[in-house]
């Protein structure tokens, strides 16, 4: 292939693994390896090698690689899972419908990788696919605490157990965002100054009769309210009240989603 063009190449690596070779117009190229999703190589346009990796590095599962650029998720160092995570020696896929890249880099190779959790990784570390951002750092009751008074503490909210929480002096733009499907909600409202996030879970979904033992996998509800102070009118007076439900494509296996953009809007 000609020098001045750009290629994704997919071909084997060291012990049979699967790794894919990035190379930029302008001679620049990457490699990365689906196993742990893992940079293992970046060259200028002059093919000097800008990265280390180990010359004793071992290439065998389940052995992290050695150097480059590892992903240490979900933590770093020890805790509760294993050291640095298990994202760094798990095998990785390719993402075949990945959201469009920018315009402005159209010279640019690149490969969207997603890694897909397994049931023993979702029994060892509990996960949403689904977070609320927009409300962080706001005042929330608490129905589960007989309504006691908190400050949401999370950059966002994720969902491991039961949530039913009322958010006071919310914006009026909330995000909801689905990784799985690619998509962020944008939830905009007027008059109504509050906001309901609730998910039964599965004990309290099997409880009750107007309810499948499962829907809980598949339901969220966010909803605009007026909880703390109630609206009083006057004869004659009026009041309006309006939610707005939109939907916008985003990823972040590819670094596309940006939510702030999508409250600003």
Not at 53 to 77: D, M, T, Y
Not at 161 to 171: F, N, W
Not at 196 to 223: I, T
Request: include cysteine.
């Amino acid at each position: 292939m000609s020098e001045d063009k750009k290629y994704v190449e997919h071909c084997k690596g060291v012990n049979g693994l699967d790794k894919v070779i990035l190379r930029e117009v302008r001679g620049h190229s990457a490699e990365v390896y689906l196993y742990g999703g893992q940079v293992t190589s970046w060259k200028n346009e002059h093919r000097e090698e800008l990265l280390f990796v180990s010359s004793k590095a071992i290439f065998k599962p389940p052995k992290a690689i050695r150097g480059g650029i590892p992903l240490c998720f979900p933590q770093f160092g020890i805790g509760a899972l294993e050291r640095h995570g298990f994202a760094r020696n798990r095998f990785w896929s390719i993402d075949n419908d990945p959201p469009p890249f920018p315009t402005n880099t159209s010279n640019k190779a690149f490969i969207d990788l997603i890694l897909k959790h397994s049931e023993e990784d979702a029994k060892i570390w509990p996960h949403s696919e689904v977070r609320v951002e927009g409300l962080e750092t706001l005042d929330y009751l608490d129905n589960l605490k007989d309504r006691e008074r908190f400050t949401e503490q999370g950059d966002a909210i994720t969902f491991e157990s039961e949530v039913d929480k009322l958010y006071l002096s919310t914006p009026t733009k909330i995000a909801v965002l689905d990784h799985e499907r690619k998509r962020t909600f944008v939830l905009r409202k007027d008059g109504l100054p509050d906001a309901v996030v609730w998910n039964p879970w599965d004990k309290k979904a099997k409880a009750m009769p107007d309810f499948g033992d499962d829907d809980y996998k598949h339901m969220l509800c966010v909803q605009a309210a007026c909880l703390e102070n109630p609206i009083t009118l006057k004869p004659g007076e009026e009041w309006k009240g309006r939610q707005e439900l939109s939907v916008v494509p985003s990823s972040y296996c590819s670094g596309q989603l940006d939510p702030q953009k999508a409250l600003n809007v």
